[in-house]
């Protein structure tokens, strides 16, 4: 009986663990300017390739990664509608 009882128990703290576990994805956004050559995450703002992987240099304002939501800026990076206004100068 005793056997049955921590068994129980046992199995009770694993699923109220598992429930109570925090299941929250951290909030991404854009960043240009910060991506590392051949680290971006998608296509370029100026239309030069369209796929993940293909910056060339470092930094470029047009080469974008995800970060935490309110993190760009601290990184040094630019929002979309930054980048293009830069890119225009």
Known sequence: MQTK???ASAFAA???LGLAAP???A???K???VAKAGKNDCSNLSGSHSCAGQSTKDGATDDWN???KGTCAKAGG???EQA???MKK
Do not use: I, P, R
Request: proline content about 0%; hydrophobic content about 45%; some cysteine.
């Open 78 to 80: 630019l929002t979309a």
């Open 14 to 16: 694993a699923l109220a």
């Open 27 to 29: 909030e991404k956004e």
């Open 5 to 7: 009882q921590v068994v």
């Open 84 to 86: 293009k206004a830069k």
């Open 66 to 68: 995800y970060v935490d």
């Open 23 to 25: 299941t929250f994805a």
């Open 31 to 33: 960043c240009y300017g």
